[in-house]
């Protein structure tokens, strides 16, 4: 029997309150694969950064720009590409974006020159910038309340272990051929992904009903029944505005932009030391001694930990606030990175209990910012939202290996390296304190009026 949603709680309140279903779990399972695939084309060039500079006989500061080459895409697809989304649909956008990120992982098997390496990093970058903060938001939007914060945990979780694969698969083919093939390989992984993704994965139901297609309700109320909750009923509603390219520049400066730069510098700041210690740590153990099998080994341990990370965030943000768990650990990563590491060498039995633990510690609080973000955004700019955030974020690892690498040009040890790093975290929990500051200030503005 049918019944209206038209009570004290909106279609979107049922939803979270409702258990979960095989098609919400399937789609959670995909945006899993996507960030997966994303973390293996991301750090394909950390893991490759030894082989093609000796190929090249590249510096430091040239190396530097080339691990930030796909992170500058990642900005630029966040935000100019992704706002697309809320205009033409979550799915295709990461269809499309995933089929063109593979096309140019595919096409560096004929690079000549580290100029066309880091074009095509560049726009393999686009493509995962859009993907991933569409996975995120999807995430989001198809699981319920209750296991929410798990589910965007374990995307990152997703991330972490596309690149411990991704490792692994490196050290394989390192070993029996050229640099190229690493990233032809991912690129085959990625259409791989996409085929799956063509299959299984369904449009946002939020964005369905915000009933901008002639058809939007009726395909709304399919995808309730295939959800196994046929019961809701979808009434009609008036369409929203699409909105513009630029939609993601506009969060800067409109009412309430304040959360916005809030939540994004806590992004720059996190992933300012984050892209520093997976990008640099694989070389910078080579450099003090170990064989590149270990150096890169200790670079795959970081992702380890990392997984395990964004797997205990999401378990302790069902019983704990998550904003709070996520900012504990980012102060634990900064203890992690600033007094730990300079008191201690490069031996391989370090290395590896370090890298699982900063692993651990950075990637929970990762996911600790990537389960607020699409919280923090209306549905309909939602995808621009958490683009703009994730836009501050790829800043952040832009900046951070090219920052590195004029650092180590100028002769700093790596124990200054580190502590330099360590006060990223650090700012990072302060904005996240400042933000969540002001949405206290907000909720007890609106608590009167809706007494």
């Known amino acids: 029997m049918s019944s209206s949603f038209s009570s004290d709680l909106s279609l979107r309140q049922q939803l979270d309150a409702a258990p979960m279903g095989r098609l919400q779990w399937q789609a959670i399972a ?18 490759t950064a030894s082989a093609v500079s000796k190929d090249w006989g590249l510096n430091s500061v040239v190396l530097g720009w080339l691990l930030s080459a796909g992170i500058i895409g990642m900005t630029v697809g966040s935000v100019f590409l992704t706002p697309l989304s809320d205009r033409w649909g979550r799915r295709p956008m990461v269809l499309g974006s995933l089929i063109a990120a593979g096309a140019f992982m595919v096409a560096t098997e004929w690079v000549q020159d580290p100029w066309t390496l880091g074009v095509l990093r560049f726009f393999t970058g686009v493509g995962i910038g859009c993907s991933i903060v569409n996975a995120n938001v999807l995430t989001s939007e198809y699981a319920n309340a209750r296991w929410r914060a798990l589910a965007i945990g374990l995307q990152s979780v997703g991330f972490a272990l596309g690149a411990t694969l991704g490792g692994m698969l490196a050290a394989y083919l390192l070993k029996r051929g050229a640099w190229q093939h690493v990233f032809v390989w991912c690129g085959v992984l990625t259409w791989v992904s996409a085929f799956f993704v063509a299959v299984g ?41 699409k909105p513009g390219a630029l939609q993601a520049l506009k969060l800067l400066w409109v009412p309430g932009a304040s959360k916005t730069w809030l939540l994004g510098g806590s992004f720059f700041a996190l992933m300012f030391s984050f892209y520093f210690v997976t990008s640099w740590t694989p070389k910078l153990l080579e450099q003090a001694g170990l064989t590149a099998d270990k150096g890169l080994a200790g670079g795959v341990l970081l992702h380890v930990g990392g997984m395990l990370g964004a797997l205990a965030l999401g378990l302790l943000a069902t019983r704990w606030h998550l904003q709070r768990v996520a900012q504990a650990l980012m102060v634990l990563g900064a203890v992690a990175l600033g007094v730990v590491i300079p008191a201690t060498g490069w031996s391989l039995p370090v290395a590896v209990m370090l890298g699982v633990a900063i692993g651990f510690l950075i990637n929970g609080s990762i996911a600790g910012l990537y389960a607020t973000a699409p919280q923090s955004f209306e549905a309909t700019t ?61 909720k007890r503005e609106k608590a009167p009026a809706l007494a």
């Not at 995909?30 to 950390?46: H, K, Y």
């Not at 002639?214 to 369409?239: E, I, N, T, W, Y």
Request: proline share 3%.
């Open 382 to 442: 939602r995808s621009s939202g958490v683009g703009m955030v994730l836009a501050f974020a790829r800043l952040g690892g832009m900046a951070s290996p090219v920052v590195a690498g004029h650092l180590l040009e100028a002769q700093w040890s790596v124990a200054s390296l580190y502590l330099f790093y360590t006060a990223t975290l650090l700012v990072a929990a302060l904005f996240l304190q400042l933000f969540l500051k002001q949405q206290s200030a907000l």
């Open 30 to 47: 995909l945006c899993f694969l996507i960030n997966a695939i994303d973390g293996v084309d991301v750090l394909v060039m950390s893991f």
């Open 201 to 241: 994965l369904p449009e946002s139901l939020d964005q369905l009903l915000q009933g901008r297609k002639k058809d939007a309700m009726q395909r709304a109320q399919r995808l309730l029944q295939r959800m196994g909750q046929g019961h809701l009923v979808v009434h009609s509603v008036a369409p929203t505005p």
